[in-house]
């Protein structure tokens, strides 16, 4: 496996040694010339308009989830105050039915709360996808106009030239195909 490894740097650095050029185009932003090209898919999604969209659009949604969150905590807490002060005049048998069904309640709530929670949380996750999946056909373009035969994750090269890194050019050709996204489209 060791050589195998070897075998592979060593083509990744042939291919990286022919040195990426920058191709000039009045149509579109400037797209590098080379074999291999890396991109950052985090700052991709993020630095995006899409992504912009999505981030806004989700810490309102988990503003507005938190605040219903306080209101109800405060409910709750004023629903077991009360109860709380009708013990002493409340038979046992008749005060631990009005907790348990109060326990119940509370247990209930915390699911469906937890519940929004994940939705709000995967409803970011299938947008990420949404976004990568949008952002394919134009980084296929890219990686054409580049003469590139791979496009690598950022994160999982060793080392490498910042020339090969298209992120902020990909950012600014999605930005121009996708806008704010499908349903936000400029």
Not at 58 to 68: N, P
Not at 128 to 148: C, H, T, W, Y
């Amino acid at each position: 496996m060791a050589g195998s490894s070897a075998i592979y740097l060593a083509a990744l650095l042939s291919l990286a040694s022919v040195g990426p050029v920058v191709a000039q185009s009045t149509a579109a932003p400037a797209v590098v010339q080379s074999q291999i090209l890396t991109i950052d898919t985090e700052r991709l999604f993020a630095d995006s308009l899409f992504g912009k969209f999505t981030a806004r659009d989700y810490e309102s949604k988990g503003a507005s989830l938190a605040a219903e969150n306080r209101q109800i905590e405060a409910e709750l807490t004023e629903e077991e105050r009360l109860l709380t002060e009708q013990r002493a005049t409340m038979d046992p048998a008749e005060f631990r039915l009005m907790a348990d069904a109060f326990d119940a309640k509370v247990q209930a709530v915390r699911r469906t709360q937890e519940l929004k929670t994940r939705d709000l949380t995967q409803d970011l996750e299938e947008r990420r996808v949404i976004f990568l999946n949008a952002a394919g056909p134009i980084l296929e373009d890219i990686m054409k106009q580049s003469g590139a035969a791979v496009i690598l994750e950022q994160r999982t090269v060793f080392l490498s030239a910042t020339a090969i890194d298209i992120t902020s050019s990909a950012i600014a050709w999605i930005d121009a195909v996708l806008g704010e996204g499908p349903a936000n489209k400029n």
